[in-house]
């Protein structure tokens, strides 16, 4: 079964970091990719970025130069390093299977519960 399990969400001040991690289980990055999304509370899900072991990363605009994606293949794991971050960037973020790189939602399968991440002014 595929299967995604999110991490490493809290609350930071506004400046500081966060990493979360994105454990996938079923399957290995050579068979699907995997994107995060974010969703605010009265907003709709937004696509962050994504991770292709083939393609390499994207990101949205919103949070270019700021987070960053990576990966640790032993682990089956794909973290999303969140620098510089903004009460903005407040949301339950959220990993998923795919089976490209996409910021849409419509390519993604396989959805994790979600971490809650919020960042203070």
């Known amino acids: 079964e595929v299967q995604v399990v999110e991490s490493g969400g809290g609350l930071v001040q506004a400046g500081g970091s966060l990493r979360l991690s994105c454990v996938a289980s079923?399957?290995?990055?050579?068979?699907?990719?995997i994107g995060w999304f974010r969703q605010a509370p009265g907003k709709e899900r937004e696509g962050v970025g994504c991770?292709?072991?083939?393609?390499?990363?994207m990101y949205s605009d919103s949070v270019k130069g700021r987070f960053s994606i990576s990966s640790d293949n032993a682990k089956n794991t794909v973290y999303l390093q969140m620098d510089s971050l903004q009460p903005e960037d407040t949301a339950v973020y959220r990993c998923?299977?795919?089976?490209?790189?996409?910021?849409?939602?419509?390519?993604?399968?396989?959805w994790g519960q979600g971490t809650q991440v919020t960042v203070s002014s």
């Open positions: 991770f292709s072991i083939t393609d390499g990363t």
């Open positions: 079923g399957f290995t990055f050579h068979d699907y990719v």
């Open positions: 998923a299977a795919g089976i490209f790189c996409s910021l849409g939602t419509g390519a993604y399968g396989s």
